[in-house]
């Protein structure tokens, strides 16, 4: 069925680079996204990811795709403390308006 | 835009009352989602409706649940009789079909706690 799967947390220091991965099961999507969540508010989309792409790099941030093994990540350059938040990865099913998100991977950054 | 609006924040109840969750969508938006958010199971989708009809309901837990979208700037999901396994937070979303990303947009959510 559609499942999307995250390791639930992830903790690192401060300037560091963090990695969050991501699988995903259904091999027609044609979007993925990162959703950020902070504390006490809702989702928002942070960045995605085509299908037909291989890597997108947004200042800080860095997506890998890997569609033949359906895995995506998520990389962040120089963690701030600013950067601890839930991050969810999703994907956009094909042939309706359904989109399915993971369980987040809480990240932690430390002082 | 103020963005999507949920009402109340915050919800405390005891077990076996009525309670009902409200949101206002961004103008011009077709769709709109309403997903519950637990430690245990994460972020679920429940319901979603396009231009005021649901489509998949798939999500909803039981009967207990329902939700309505009597217009497109509103819409309710009523927990009746409300049990303490329905305790989460309660996330309205919406959406454009023609917009290129098919981003959604969520609200701050409502904390729902049944004692």
């Known amino acids: 069925g559609e499942d999307v799967e995250q390791s639930l947390f992830l903790s690192v220091r401060e300037g560091d680079s963090s990695v969050i991965n991501c699988t995903y099961t259904d091999s027609s999507s044609t979007y993925l996204y990162w959703y950020k969540q902070e504390p006490g508010a809702g989702l928002q989309l942070l960045t995605y990811?085509?299908?037909?792409?291989d890597m997108k790099q947004d200042q800080r941030l860095t997506v890998l795709l890997n569609k033949k093994d359906k895995h995506l990540s998520l990389r962040i350059a120089d963690t701030q403390t600013g950067d601890s938040a839930i991050y969810f990865c999703?994907?956009?099913?094909?042939?309706?308006?359904?989109?399915?998100f993971g369980a987040g991977t809480r990240l932690f950054v430390k002082a | 835009d103020a963005g999507v609006i949920q009402s109340p924040r915050h919800e405390v109840t005891e077990m076996g009352q009525e309670v009902t969750l409200r949101c206002k969508p961004i103008s011009g938006h077709d769709y709109l989602f309403w997903y519950r958010q637990t430690m245990m199971r994460g972020l679920e989708l429940l319901i979603y409706?396009?231009?005021?009809?649901?489509?998949?309901d798939s999500g909803m837990p039981e009967d207990r649940f329902s939700a309505k979208m009597p217009n497109a700037s509103f819409s309710t999901l009523k927990i009746q009789p409300s049990e303490p396994r329905d305790s989460a937070v309660y996330f309205c979303a919406s959406s454009l079909r023609t917009a290129t990303l098919y981003e959604q947009y969520f609200g701050p959510g409502t904390r729902l706690t049944v004692t």
């Open positions: 409706f396009n231009n005021n009809v649901p489509i998949d």
């Open positions: 990811i085509f299908s037909n792409m």
């Open positions: 999703a994907e956009r099913l094909t042939g309706g308006f359904k989109t399915i």
